[in-house]
């Protein structure tokens, strides 16, 4: 008599049986969330594709389509892609020459901040703390005229006037050193508090040895610490890169008006929107050029970065 055939085992199932198997034993409930989750990810990623598609269209193609339709015929066009990149080169230019130095600030300052409070020992160090913390829930507007004044009073253009005569330095830098100052010392609080939780996990029998071996504070935190921050660095990188490229409210404030040639890329984009006429395919197309710089930062700090996140 022969028996029911054995089942095969499961390591040597060919490609076609392994799916079937999967197939028979997914559960309906499974089956209901897989729906669950592509429906919530396409609902959040319904209006990046309307932006997408109204980037492409001309005018009469988006007043006469619905926003998730592709462009077909005519209606396709590249011009808006064009124009917003001609008007936005110099607020790009003028972003990266203002987050790339604030950020770095930022981020170097908040490390060593944290670094002397959390693993050096000195009087004071939780008022200091406090201080920091505090410093994080100032919210912009509160500073929004104390920022004005100041930057009234003193006058960095006139300060920095022998460095005009300088190749490739123009006297409209004088307003970008001023956001430069702002977001710096508003981004220090932040990063301060990310590098004191992760300096709080280090090893304090590893910075007492380097202590009795006669390294000073100096040497141990270039040798030591500095190396170890480095996922620490890609997170408050990223984190202080992505707040001072969006930010739009301290540069309508601190550069004066009708500086546009020292105006970031978010004045710029937000000038795109005037007139009486709106261009929505010419605002998307600006919105995506805008945001191009924050993804590629993304890109290339992403592995640090999710473990800065874990540590």
Known sequence: MSGTPAAPDPENRTWTDRVRHGVRTTSASRA?????LFALVAFYLAPLEAGIMTAFKTQNAFNTSLPFFPPVGDGFTLEAWR?????????LVNSLLLAI??????????????YGITNV?????????????????IPYQAVLVPLARLFTIVDTQALLSPLWGLPF?????????????????????????LFRSYYRNFSDEMLEAARLDGASVFS?????????SKPMFAVTLIYQFTQVWNDLLFALVIIPSGSGSSAP?????????????????????GAFIAAIPTLIVYV???DQFAKGVAS
């Open 32 to 36: 209901l969330l897989y729906v669950v």
């Open 83 to 91: 124009v917003a990149l001609d008007k936005l080169q110099s607020g």
């Open 101 to 114: 130095p604030a950020t770095v600030l930022s981020a170097t300052l908040g490390s060593f901040a944290a």
């Open 121 to 137: 020992d000195w009087k004071y160090q939780m008022p200091i703390v406090a201080l920091f913390v505090a410093g994080i829930f």
């Open 169 to 193: 330095m123009h006297e409209y830098y004088a307003n970008l050193i001023n956001l430069i100052i702002a977001h710096t010392a508003y981004g220090i609080p932040i990063t301060f508090l």
């Open 220 to 228: 141990i935190y270039r040798n030591i610490v500095l190396p170890l």
């Open 265 to 285: 890329v978010t004045v710029a984009l937000n000038n795109l929107s005037g007139g009486i006429i709106q261009s929505f395919g010419l605002q998307m197309a």
């Open 300 to 302: 290339l700090f992403g």
